[in-house]
């Protein structure tokens, strides 16, 4: 059994028999990896507060050779976003770019950007609207594990020179108008919502938090997300649908 040692965020934790605790962590250098720790539940055991979710932590652990469930020896919190954790919205945010890391990415394939995305995510929830971000995230996630809808030319004829069009989640991907009416699930994105994408696909974390969004591209970008997410997921995730349920509570952002 190798000792590893690394920075983790902590996208997820659930109880394991009476006094232990099952994390998934997404970590700097090894990708997602899910760990035990021992105890942490007994009555008088203080390392609880260590594994709190959405905060950034060094851990040493274990590594098993067997199994996908690492054992964690210990944790040292780096970082815990106390403003993310003062407000309902932003625990609502951060639950939902977890779940959406969680969902798309496999165990033990290092993505150092997932985890600067969460980390960066997780500290301008404090600063920025939760919408803007979310879809900074979603783009940026897709980008890196190489989903990212292919939006240089239409899908059906190739016209690269499109600054508006249609979009098939299905397909994920941009088609013309002539050849739209070929997929039934094809739907109109203005320009701004396909500026949005490629700028945020281009260009660094900072450099993308500060690009102004139109709020109609915005929520059209936000429809044009959840619509390809379902088709590639499959079922909606409990985060968003928990997110949509709290919109109304929200301030307009
Ligand atoms: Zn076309």
Not at 40 to 63: K, P, S
Not at 75 to 99: D, V
Not at 192 to 214: G, N, P, Q
Request: net charge positive; glycine share 4%; aromatic share 12%.
């Amino acid at each position: 059994m190798a000792i590893q040692k690394t920075h983790a965020i902590i996208i997820k934790t659930q109880p394991f028999r009476s006094t232990s605790l099952i994390v998934t962590f997404f970590t700097r250098d090894f990708g997602k990896i899910r760990g035990l720790v021992k105890g942490v539940r007994q009555a008088g055991e203080t390392r609880g507060a260590l594994y709190e979710l959405f905060t950034l932590v060094e851990i040493v652990y274990y590594e098993k050779t067997r199994s996908d469930l690492h054992l964690i020896s210990e944790a040292f919190l780096l970082e815990s976003y106390p403003s993310l954790h003062s407000r309902l919205e932003s625990i609502a945010y951060a639950s939902y770019f977890s779940e959406l890391a969680d969902q798309l990415s496999e165990v033990h394939d290092p993505h150092e950007n997932i985890f600067s995305l969460l980390d960066f995510c997780f500290r301008y929830l404090a600063s920025l609207s939760g919408r803007r971000i979310a879809r900074l995230f979603e783009i940026k996630l897709l980008n890196e594990i190489g989903w990212l809808p292919y939006l240089d030319r239409c899908l059906g004829c190739s016209n690269p020179h499109l600054e508006e069009g249609f979009f098939s989640p299905r397909q994920g991907a941009l088609l013309c108008p002539a050849c739209a009416g070929r997929y039934s699930d094809a739907f109109r994105i203005q320009r701004e919502t396909l500026a949005a994408i490629r700028y945020y696909a281009r260009h660094d974390l900072e450099m993308s938090s500060r690009f102004l969004v139109k709020t109609s591209a915005g929520a059209e970008l936000e429809t044009m997300m959840d619509r390809f997410f379902l088709e590639r997921i499959s079922r909606p995730l409990k985060s968003k649908v928990f997110l949509k349920k709290l919109k109304p509570a929200f301030s307009q952002l």
